[in-house]
């Protein structure tokens, strides 16, 4: 879902749960639907793919942020992640979501739809970021 100026919560969750959709996950079983807000009310989704390689595999985050950078968006001001249990960001997803966004709202949705606000900044404490010009 992209292009649409569409900046409610709930609009991003949904985003989110259409993108669990697509899954790849035949290793985990885990299924991940993302969402992200850009600060111009584009919302840009993905989900995790998995690979045998497990260091290869794609994390539903990640793929929706790049989505977003591939198409020349930077500044985010939301992210939804979508899980059976409202499982939270991997460590990894934590510092990609960090270095991409800054301190943004994380919404954390189960199943049921139940949703968890947290800030970035304290899903990753003492985070790291280089600053590059």
């Given at each position: 879902?992209?292009?649409?100026?569409?900046?409610?919560?709930?609009?991003?969750?949904?985003?989110?749960?259409?993108?669990?959709?697509h899954?790849?996950?035949?290793?985990?079983?885990?299924?991940?639907?993302?969402?992200?807000?850009?600060s111009?009310?584009?919302?840009?989704?993905?989900?995790n793919?998995?690979?045998?390689?497990?260091?290869?595999?794609?994390?539903?985050?990640?793929?929706?942020?790049?989505?977003?950078?591939?198409?020349?968006?930077?500044?985010?001001?939301?992210?939804?992640?979508?899980?059976?249990?409202?499982?939270?960001?991997?460590?990894?997803?934590?510092?990609v979501?960090?270095?991409?966004?800054?301190?943004?709202?994380?919404?954390?949705?189960?199943?049921?739809?139940?949703?968890?606000?947290?800030?970035?900044?304290?899903?990753?404490?003492?985070?790291?970021?280089?600053?590059?010009?």
């Amino acid at each position: 879902m992209t292009g649409k100026k569409i900046v409610k919560q709930d609009a991003l969750i949904k985003a989110a749960q259409e993108a669990r959709k697509h899954v790849y996950a035949p290793f985990s079983k885990y299924r991940v639907g993302a969402a992200v807000l850009t600060s111009t009310g584009e919302i840009f989704s993905g989900c995790n793919v998995e690979n045998s390689s497990y260091r290869l595999t794609n994390c539903a985050e990640v793929t929706a942020l790049t989505k977003a950078v591939s198409e020349g968006y930077s500044k985010f001001v939301k992210l939804a992640v979508v899980t059976d249990d409202g499982g939270y960001p991997c460590g990894a997803c934590r510092q990609v979501i960090w270095e991409l966004c800054g301190d943004i709202e994380v919404l954390v949705v189960d199943k049921k739809g139940r949703v968890k606000k947290e800030r970035s900044a304290k899903l990753l404490p003492h985070a790291f970021k280089l600053n590059v010009t």
